[in-house]
Nanobody, 123 residues
Framework: QVQLVESGGGLVQPGGSLRLSCTVS????????MGWYRQAPGKQRELVAS???????KTGDSVKGRFTISRDNAQNTVYLQMNSLNPEDTAVYYC?????????????????WGQGTQVTVSS
């Protein structure tokens, strides 16, 4: 069973920064696509940023230029550096891992979520 442990959330003033971390158990990290999603009250969960095993990144339009995703395969950890935070960034942030394992018979897809970490931007 893959487990994800998130940390780094909290309360920050507008214009401030936070760095979220997500450490993944098991040996699948280096081949997985890692992502950060967020869900604000009354809204759907949305992709914030993702990073492939090769380091290719995708960032949501609302956070481009402010948030950066990165990964450390040696530490089985993905990071989300969040700068210039504003109240609209307030949400629960979730770490996500997706990977596939191919067998002779089929390709199996797996996906797991972290428990979420609260980020609150307020003065």
């Amino acid at each position: 069973q893959v487990q994800l442990v998130e940390s780094g959330g909290g309360l920050v003033q507008p214009g401030g920064s936070l760095r979220l971390s997500c450490t993944v158990s098991g040996s699948i990290f280096s081949m997985a696509v890692m992502g950060w999603y967020r869900q604000a009250p009354g809204k759907q969960r949305e992709l914030v940023a993702s990073i492939t095993s090769g380091g290719g990144t995708k960032t949501g339009d609302s956070v481009k230029g402010r948030f950066t995703i990165s990964r450390d395969n040696a530490q089985n950890t993905v990071y989300l550096q969040m700068n210039s935070l504003n109240p609209e960034d307030t949400a629960v942030y979730y770490c996500n891992v997706r990977y596939t394992i191919a067998t002779i018979a089929k390709i199996n897809e797996y996906e797991y979520w972290g428990q979420g970490t609260q980020v609150t931007v307020s003065s």
